[in-house]
């Protein structure tokens, strides 16, 4: 992997991208990697697009949007001392820039909610756009009710998937550079612990075992690449895997999770419990892609 890739992160002025930005400055700072400010200024539904078919020439990207980011830039390089920042204005909607300036970054920030977004929806469809399109690990952050715990632990969900043990080595390199545990976490069903008929206690058991089984596969595999990283098992029963990784995040500094998880459908790119994750988390997710080399 090249060793100059950029942290990028979406910055439209709204309050939602500069706490991005500000979770984008710390990573490239931990990370020694230079950070890129990124507004693509076209809406995604074609605001800015010429009226006249015949006039092809993209629209210029305005005065406002560059004092902004270079604003920003100058702030970011103030708080962070040693941080090199670049801005960058691109025709394009900002989803797809994004999408497009991840296959050369180390690591993509987008916020919950950019510019027009509805209030009620906690991921925007630009950040949804690039958890589930980009081609680098990405980290989706909301500006928080209440500040997220910077002591708190890396939280990663284990369930056996090619995703999850992406993801676990990506949690595992997050919490070596905060000097935090990592907390590995297997979520079972929740009636594990009932008094059940004979038959359903065997299930139970086989249950118990593979959440011991793979939590130790984990913690072995992390152990053996960060051996004075502490890392502790979490076996919990809860009524769905995503009640208990949103409960999880309640006290972490990062949850991260994969793409997809056990029996997921090969064509979807972001599986259901990662987007419902994204969209009820109480921290920051790192959504754990693959680097294109």
Do not use: I
Not at 111 to 135: E, I, K, N, Y
Not at 150 to 171: E, F, K, N, Q
Not at 172 to 180: F, T, W
């Amino acid at each position: 992997m090249p060793m100059n890739r950029p942290v990028v992160v979406g910055v439209d002025g709204s309050p939602s991208s500069l706490v991005a930005a500000e979770h984008a400055a710390r990573a490239a700072v931990r990370r020694r990697r230079p950070l890129h400010l990124v507004h693509g200024y076209l809406h995604p539904l074609g605001y800015g697009v010429p009226l006249n078919p015949y006039d092809l020439g993209l629209p210029a990207p305005t005065e406002e949007s560059r004092r902004m980011l270079e604003k920003t830039a100058a702030e970011l390089a103030d708080r962070w001392p040693g941080l090199t920042v670049e801005v960058h204005q691109v025709a394009g909607g900002p989803g797809a820039t994004l999408v497009a300036r991840s296959r050369q970054a180390e690591l993509v920030v987008v916020g919950s909610r950019g510019l027009g977004g509805f209030t009620g929806l906690l991921l925007g469809s630009v950040g949804s756009q690039v958890a589930a399109h980009a081609h680098c690990p990405v980290l989706v952050v909301r500006p928080e009710e209440q500040p997220t715990p910077v002591d708190g632990p890396v939280v990663v969900g284990v369930d056996g998937s090619a995703g999850s043990r992406l993801a676990t080595g990506y949690a595992a390199d997050e919490a070596v550079g905060r000097d935090v545990p990592l907390v590995l976490l297997h979520v079972g069903p929740r009636d594990m612990n009932r008094p059940v008929p004979e038959e359903v206690e065997e299930s139970q058991a086989a249950h118990r075992a593979d959440a011991v089984r793979l939590l130790a596969e984990a913690s072995a595999a992390v152990r053996a690449d960060h051996p004075d990283l502490v890392v502790r098992e979490h076996p919990v029963a809860t009524a769905s895997p995503t009640e208990g990784l949103v409960e999880a995040s309640a006290t972490a500094s990062l949850l991260a999770v994969g793409t997809r998880g056990r029996g997921g459908f090969v064509g979807l790119l972001l599986g259901s419990v990662s987007q419902a994750v994204l969209q009820h988390a109480r921290c920051p997710v790192l959504v754990a892609h693959p680097y294109d080399d």
